[in-house]
Structures are given as structure tokens and as C-alpha cells.
């Protein structure tokens, strides 16, 4: 499954144990993960400064994301769309990856539930929807 994961699932990923980390996990293991650079900067960015991280902590992750993740540029996103630009980013990337879904704990993208025919699930529904999918 090809999966775009929004800047907040990542972040909570690194920051604690639980959900988003083991959404995080099973896209590494068994999924293709898309992010573009904005993407990862804004990822980088606020693991310093609002999980705190040591720079050289943080710059392996980035180093971690690079390695397993593909990089894509995000396609246009009409700004009407969503009141956020990081949204956008976001959407675009799912767009021009061709994902089969957005996984997202923002509930800005979370009230569209699609864009362009791609699902935006919250990291609950995507797992609640790969354990389904595993029991068949």
C-alpha cells in the first residue's frame, strides 16, 4: 500500500509509545511510505522544537526517513481546498504519489475523508483497516 503520513503521525511516532508509533512501524515494514522535502522539514523542525530532541537524535531520524521513505514533490493543491498550507503539502503528496491513502491526526484534512478519490484515515481507521485486511 502506498501511504502518505502526515507530519503529526511521525512526530508522535518518536515522541511516545502507542498508535502512531506502530502505524509508523507497519508502513516502514510493509508499506511504500512517500514524503516530500517540505514534508521532512516540518517533521525536523518540530521534533526540535516542540518534542525537544537532541539536533544529532533529530538529524538521524531525518537520515531514517530519507533512507526508507520516497521522496516525491507534492502536486498542486488548489488553495481552497484546505485552510492549511501544511495540509496542502500533504494532499499534494498523496496526489502525485498515487497513495492509497493519508494518515493524519489533524482534523483539518481529517473532515474531507478523501481528496481526489484518496482516503484520509486517522491513524486509528488505518490500523483498525490493515488488521481487517491481515485476518482475510
Do not use: W
Amino acid at each position: 500500500m502506498r501511504v502518505v503520513l502526515d507530519a503529526n503521525v511521525v512526530i508522535a511516532a518518536f515522541a511516545s509509545r502507542g498508535l502512531c508509533e506502530s502505524v509508523f512501524e507497519l508502513c516502514l515494514s510493509g508499506h511504500e511510505l512517500f514524503l516530500g522535502t517540505g514534508l521532512l522539514d516540518e517533521i525536523t523542525r518540530n521534533l526540535r522544537r516542540k518534542i525537544k530532541l537532541l539536533v544529532a537524535v533529530m538529524e538521524d531520524i531525518r537520515t531514517l526517513l530519507q533512507e526508507h521513505a520516497i521522496m516525491m514533490e507534492p502536486a498542486p493543491v488548489p488553495g481552497h481546498v484546505c485552510r492549511d498550507p501544511d495540509d496542502a503539502k500533504i494532499l499534494g503528496l498523496a496526489v502525485a504519489s498515487g497513495a492509497d491513502c493519508v494518515v493524519t491526526g489533524d482534523a483539518d484534512p481529517l473532515v474531507l475523508e478523501e481528496y481526489r478519490g484518496i482516503p484520509i484515515l486517522s491513524p486509528r481507521s488505518f490500523s483498525e483497516m490493515i488488521r481487517s485486511r491481515d485476518r482475510r
